[in-house]
């Protein structure tokens, strides 16, 4: 098993450097890039991603802009869009200011050098270092991730047993419900309902709106933090699980019958082994191979993407809504840093996952693998 990790750890190098690399080329057709964003906001014509993201040109294009005299009276013909009527030193200033000015190959590799070392640099628009930011917005994205997925699996894995155990029965069919009305409601408008229920003052005002801890969290006690923190997620993180556990239930359902129907199941049971033996000592292993292998795409895609609306609605300053901006801005050092720690962490958590079959199951044996 250690020399499989090794070898899986060696290829992370190789399919990170795939993912860099097939970005970047799209990247460079995208219209409106960096240059373009920075020519908007000096004419006044940008549109930021969202009414927090002002950080405008930042410094640096700013000084440029007062060594130039802030004359944009020069007409010529230029690449980018919007530039007509601004001088050609200005924006060989802007394209300097953003890397622009080298060749799309050397930018590349100067990245990947950098990237080695954790080094992003700094944001566009910003004016901070990108790591610095990504360490900022990460426990935000963690802490939301880590208590859905925990939850998600908590539920949806017992009840997805039961309802094959009784498959048929009343409890199936009443259980059958929830799971549809759970998989019709998208997680923000279950956000938004449990807001009107448990937020607003329209019914109760239990539970707060805004962020993971209140202002005064400092000032509280022990517990008092403890509870404080456990108020504020319960909205998100509630609204996360009802609008993602249907999938995960009805998929360990679904794997738990066909196993049942399998001949080692009859056999077993022919020996005079009771249920729950059977059950957990010979069809739990093989039936949550299936749903183990779907842990890495859910977990980020909570993570990274299904949360992006529920950091909106409740002012969570996470990793979803930071890469969102960061697109729509062209905000490249923060678009490519945050990919390459969503590669990173994918690629980590299959790792973990591969291991955790083992756990679940001892017979698979990864050393007889390639890869």
């Known amino acids: 098993m250690l020399a499989y990790i090794v070898r899986r750890l060696l290829l992370i190098i190789p ?6 690399l097939l970005n970047f080329a799209i990247v460079q057709f995208a219209p409106g890039g960096p240059v373009e964003q920075m020519i908007a906001q000096i004419q006044g014509t ?39 009527g601004l001088p050609p030193e200005f924006i060989a200033e802007l394209e300097q200011l953003v890397g622009f000015d080298k060749p799309a190959h050397e930018r590349f590799f100067l990245m990947l050098t950098n990237y080695i070392q954790f080094d992003f640099g700094n944001s566009f628009f910003q004016d901070r270092p990108v790591i610095d930011l990504i360490l900022e917005k990460l426990p935000v994205s963690i802490t939301i991730g880590l208590w859905t997925t925990l939850f998600l699996y908590g539920i949806s894995i017992p009840l997805g047993i039961a309802k094959a155990v009784r498959d048929g029965t009343r409890f199936d069919a009443w259980t059958s419900v929830v799971v549809i009305a759970g998989n019709a409601l998208p997680s923000f408008m279950l956000a938004i309902l449990g807001i009107q229920l448990f937020a607003s003052g329209n019914f109760v005002d239990w539970l707060p709106l805004r962020g993971l801890t209140s202002d005064n969290f400092a000032e509280l006690s022990l517990l008092g933090k403890i509870g404080d923190y456990l108020m504020h997620i319960a909205l998100p993180v509630g609204a996360l699980v009802i609008g ?36 957990y000592g010979h069809v739990f292993r093989n039936a949550m191979l299936i749903v183990i292998s779907g842990f890495p795409a859910a977990f980020l895609s909570i993570l990274f993407g299904g949360a992006l609306l529920i950091e909106i609605i409740f002012s969570l300053d996470g990793l979803s809504l930071l890469g969102f901006e960061a697109v729509l801005n062209r905000d490249y050092p923060i678009v490519f840093g945050t990919l390459y720690i969503f590669g990173l962490m994918g690629l980590v958590i299959k790792l973990i996952t591969d291991v955790t079959y083992v756990l679940v199951d001892p017979r698979i044996d990864f050393e007889s693998r390639e890869v």
């Open 15 to 20: 399919t990170l450097f795939g993912i860099i």
């Open 46 to 84: 940008a549109v930021d991603a969202t009414s927090r993201v002002s950080g405008g040109l930042g410094d640096g294009g700013q000084q440029g802009i007062d060594r130039l005299g802030g004359d944009t009276t020069t007409s010529f013909e230029s690449k980018y869009r919007g530039a007509r």
């Open 244 to 279: 993602g556990y249907a999938a995960l239930t009805m998929l360990t359902k679904n794997s738990f019958l066909d196993q049942i129907s399998q001949q080692y199941v009859v056999t077993a049971r022919a020996k005079g082994l009771e249920q729950r033996r059977v059950l």
